[in-house]
Every structure is written in C-alpha cells, then in structure tokens.
C-alpha cells in the first residue's frame, strides 16, 4: 500500500477519524492513494483497518486474479451508426429492470429537482418582495415596526436617567444626548428616509426580477441547446464535431439531459468495454465480498479487497452532500458503489483510490451505472488522470510544470510568490487535488460538469486551463503565507472554492489557454 499525500514513503496510513497537522519540510509527501489511502486533511477522509503490526497488505495485487477484461486502445473511439431520434422512440424505462429503472427515475428526479429549484428561487423571491411603497405617501400609511426607534440614549454616553421632558422631544433621527430636531427638520428627515427605503425596496425587486429573468433565459438556453444536440450534431458526429459552431456548442454547455450521450460519445471507448464487462467485474467483487466476509477478523484486516470496500462504502455518502442524491440506499448511493467496486475489480493491480469516487460521482448523476463504468474507465485511461491513478511520478512532474509555466505567463506575480523559497510550497501540495479528483474536490457538480464538456472533447489540456483558471479566481487569497495557501487551495480545504457562477469559471478557464500578442510567447495548452 503506497502513501497518502502529507505522509513519509511508508506503508502506514493515520486513523479516518485523525487529522495529522502540516509542516515544511516531509519528504515525498504526494505519493500515490492506493488501496484506499487517504489524502491528508482531505475532507472526505477514508482508511483502511490496521492489522495488529499497524501495516496494511502489499500495495499491489497479484495479476493473475483479475478479470478477464481488455486494457489497451485498440478500437476507434466512437460507434460506427450515428446516433438519432429513431433510436429513442421508444421509452428509456421500456427495457430496463426494475434496479436501472430506479436509478433512473432518481437522475431524473435529480435533475428535474435542480431545474424546479431554479424556477421557484426566482418566482418565489420575486412573489415574496415588498410592495414598492409609494414615494407621495405620509408616514402614517408606513407600518411603525419598519420605522427607525426613537433615539432613547447610549449609556456609555449618556448614563443620566432620561427626564420625562427630554423624553418629549426625542426624535427618530438624532440621538438622546443631543440638542433635539425641530418638528420641521425631523418631518423633512423622515421623508427622506422613507424615500431611500423605497429606492432600497424598488432597488431589490428589480433585482430580483433580473435573477428571474435569467433563470428562465438560461432554462430556454438550454432547451434550445439540447435540441441543437440531439437533432444536428447526433445524427451527424463525426461531421458536427469538426465544425467551429460545434465547439462553441461545448463550451457553452452540454444541456443537462443530453449528457449522458454526449459524454460517452465524446469521451469514446478505446478500451473496447461493455456492459457485459461492468457485469463481470461487478460479479467478481461481490463474490469476493462474500468470501471476505466469511474470513476471520484477522484474515481480513491484512486483506487490501476489504480495505477497498470499507473505504468505497465511508466515501459514497459523502460524494456532493448538498445534492443529497447519494444518502445510503438511494439508487444512485447503489449504482455510484457498485461502478467502484467493479473499477477495482477491472484495476486490481491499482485497486480502489481515493478521489476515484468524485469521479465517479459525476458520471453517476448523469448515466447509469454499466455506462457509468465504461466511461470511468476511458476517462482515466487518459495520460494525466492515469498519471495520478498509477502515481506515475514523471507524468505528475510534466502536469504541474505545465500549470506553472502558464501561470508565470498569465499570473506572474502570484507564480513568483508561490515558487518563492521562502514559503517551500512544492506543487504537488496544492495542484494533486485538482489532478487527482478531476475539479471535484472544491467545486459543486455543475461547475465540475461544465468542465467536463469541454474536457470529453479538447483533453487534458482542459484540466491545465481550469487548474489556472482557479488561481485566477483565488488570486486575492493566494499571497499569504504558506499555511493560509493551503488553507484554501490544498486537500486541506473542506469547502467550495468562491469561484463565481459556472459561466464565469468557464470564461476563465477560456481565457487561461488563449495567448496575448503583446506579452510574448506562451506555453500551449
């Protein structure tokens, strides 16, 4: 078992429970996360059973115990029949039993519920505004609750007890302890408050109206792009993609529902992998789960096969907790476990490693499980995600000199403090994240998933743009001191990154890969 980022070359992992604090100065901190390692401080943490001399099994399995599924790119990467609208006249359901039929009555679901929750935010807000107060009407017609309190004193400044007399004149816009207003000046003021909150109120709703507004374009948007998708560039991909619209069509977003298609489409399936694999794999697992289950507590402390199912079963509930889609016993909780116990069957010379279920996760919101597996297992057939899954140090080397060299180009004061001796940050601290977890780390779903329609189509040159495009939109954060650095862009950090909207992290992932004429030569990506 190899180590966990933050952590000695040593075969040793800390308790899930335990966060061990980070100091300069660790050597070989960013190794590989095989067998279940978790990265540390990671926000999802998840570990292996410690056997009695508080060492784990060998880091590797045996080849002969694997499956008998293909691992090389010996097919083209898309079908040779276009896909078109006679393919789906029938219902998805139709043919499906009764375990895919629920999962994806809960995609659905999942997604319906995102699109209703947009719409109601912004009807619901716009319905629940104030009424905008007319600017002609008296005081009296203004409810008293919403008026300033009269300024009845500070008893650091004016400790006395107030006189019935003082009482008297005490106004709503001048404190006690000063000379009182005049009922002219203090009718003026008030007039002039009530003006401003109605500029306030009539300011809010117009806001409100915006956001609305912008729901529903972006709901049409959408729609429309769909459609795009589904009856031109579908029927005809291997034309449509090489067209400029097209491209266009990807970094605007692929539309929700035609993701699935899309995604497979464009990710492609080099390693020729089908349902049948996804079944046979998943299979495997769980007849070794049985077998597992039945060894004494011994045996199974120093198996690495129980070691990545305990880990898979802690990780799962904690894929996108604010989606609420992965709770234990929902459909997807089930598809999203059994595509990872399956993946570690089909890699068991690597195993399960975490940052494997974000992945996953994403797929699994927007396919089913067997379709699920064939594109987790292309997608990370990829040179820099392989690179991260096999801790192939070389490859991981050329990823970060790629994301440094363009942020010495489009950044260069940020790259100059971060690359500074004095703060002995090495990339691999806060650049293994991104790789490893493919965005999913610190971004919500969508933003990932945006990400991921340019990345099914351009390649990994999408993850080095968008790990810029981060530095970009944290910039502000990043010249602390190496500890507040970390602090928000490592595995350290449990929250979303404060990034902006999905199209302002994709105008700035766009901007991260163009070249400006004027500065000199750029790296390309």
């Known amino acids: ?6 952590g000695q070359h040593r075969i040793r992992t800390p308790s899930p429970g335990r966060r061990r604090p ?23 943490p998840s570990a292996p059973p410690m056997a009695s001399n508080g060492r784990y099994g060998a880091p590797r399995s045996p080849r002969h115990g694997r499956p008998s599924l293909p691992h090389s790119s010996t097919m083209g990467s898309f079908p040779s029949e276009p896909l078109s609208h006679k393919h789906r006249s029938k219902s998805w359901t139709e043919d499906l039993n009764d375990e895919a039929r629920q999962l994806s009555a809960a995609l659905d679901e999942y997604h319906e ?41 500070n008893v650091m400044i004016d400790p006395l007890p107030i006189s019935k007399e003082k009482e008297a004149v005490l106004t709503r816009t001048r404190p006690s302890w000063l000379p009182p207003k005049c009922q002219k000046e203090e009718k003026k003021h008030m007039k002039e ?23 529903e374009s972006k709901e ?55 349902q049948a694999s996804f079944e046979t794999a998943l299979n495997r697992a769980n007849e070794l789960e049985k077998k597992i289950a039945e060894m004494p507590r011994e045996d199974r402390s120093k198996s690495k096969e129980a070691a990545w199912f305990d880990a898979i ?39 399960y490693v975490y940052g494997t279920h974000l992945v996953a996760g994403v797929l699994c919101l927007h396919m089913r499980a067997g379709d699920a597996f064939v594109t987790l297992a292309n997608v990370l057939n990829r040179p820099i995600p392989l690179a991260f899954l096999v801790h192939d140090q070389a490859a991981m080397a050329r990823a970060y000199e790629m994301v440094l060299s363009t942020l010495k ?20 601290e806060y650049l293994d994240p991104i790789f490893r977890c493919l965005m999913a780390y610190n971004l919500p779903p969508e933003h990932v998933s945006r990400v991921w329609d340019v990345f099914a189509f351009e390649g990994d040159k999408t993850l080095v743009r968008a790990a810029v495009a981060v530095f970009t939109r944290l910039e502000s954060k990043l010249y602390g001191t190496r500890e507040e650095i970390l602090d928000v862009i490592s595995w350290r950090n449990e929250k979303d990154w404060p990034i902006g909207t999905e199209d302002d992290f994709i105008k700035a992932v766009r901007e991260a890969g163009k070249v400006d004429a004027k500065a000199g030569v750029a790296p390309t990506i």
């Open 1 to 6: 078992m190899s180590p966990m980022p933050g």
């Open 22 to 44: 980070s100091h300069p100065g660790l050597g070989a901190q960013h190794a590989n996360l095989h067998s279940a390692n978790v990265p540390k401080n990671a926000k999802r």
């Open 113 to 153: 519920r995102q699109s209703s929750e947009k719409r109601r935010s912004g009807s619901s807000s716009v319905n629940s505004s104030p009424p905008r107060p007319s600017l002609t009407k008296s005081a009296t017609t203004l409810n008293l609750l919403d008026l300033p309190q009269k300024q009845i004193g």
């Open 193 to 215: 408050w009530e003006q401003m909150m109605a500029k306030a109120a009539e300011t809010e709703k117009k806001r409100l109206l915006k956001e609305r507004e912008e729901a």
């Open 220 to 274: 049409e948007l959408q729609s429309s792009m769909a459609r795009i998708w589904e009856e031109k560039v579908l029927p005809e991909w291997d034309n449509a993609i090489k067209l400029p619209n097209t491209r266009e069509l990807w970094w605007r977003g692929v539309a929700p529902k035609s993701r699935s298609v899309v995604w497979q489409k464009a990710v492609g399936n080099d390693l020729e992998l089908t």
């Open 313 to 351: 079963d802690r990780d799962v509930p904690n894929v996108f907790p604010e989606t609420e889609v992965f709770q234990a016993g929902s459909p997807v909780h089930d598809a999203l476990s059994n595509v990872l116990r399956a993946y570690a069957m089909y890699r068991s010379d690597v195993g």
């Open 409 to 428: 180009y489009k950044l260069t004061k940020l790259h100059s403090h971060l690359t500074s001796p004095g703060l002995d940050l090495r990339p691999e």
